[in-house]
């Protein structure tokens, strides 16, 4: 069963730095490219940026280019987002996502932003 768990969120003032992780498990992760979503409350779900299968080409939303950067790391089965210089409007539950044949979501991770 396909499963990805997002963790490392929380608070954190303006213009800190926080890393997400998501560890993938129960299908081929090297074959999949891995995208980071975001949803603010009131807001719809946003892409922030993906990343291809083997790691060569990313790729961000314009809010969040420049300080944020997705790595990945295949021999863990792990996509990370490490976010930099954070504003109070990067404030959302953020997401990854798997695509390759299929689509898999995992459950989310708060990150808040505030003094």
């Known amino acids: 069963q396909a499963q990805l768990v997002e963790s490392g969120g929380g608070l954190v003032q303006p213009g800190g730095s926080l890393r997400l992780s998501c560890a993938a498990s129960?299908?081929?992760?090297?074959?999949?490219?891995m995208s980071w979503y975001r949803q603010a409350p009131g807001k719809e779900r946003e892409l922030v940026g993906v990343?291809?299968?083997?790691?060569?080409?990313?790729n961000y939303a314009d809010s969040v280019k420049g300080r944020f950067t997705i790595s990945r790391d295949n021999a863990k089965n792990t996509v990370y987002l490490q976010m930099n210089s954070l504003r109070p409007e990067d404030t959302a539950v953020y997401y990854c996502?798997?695509?390759?044949?299929?689509?898999?979501w995992g459950q989310g991770t708060q990150v808040t932003v505030s003094s």
């Open positions: 990343i291809t299968s083997a790691g060569r080409t990313t």
């Open positions: 129960g299908f081929t992760f090297s074959n999949y490219a």
């Open positions: 996502n798997a695509k390759y044949v299929f689509s898999y």
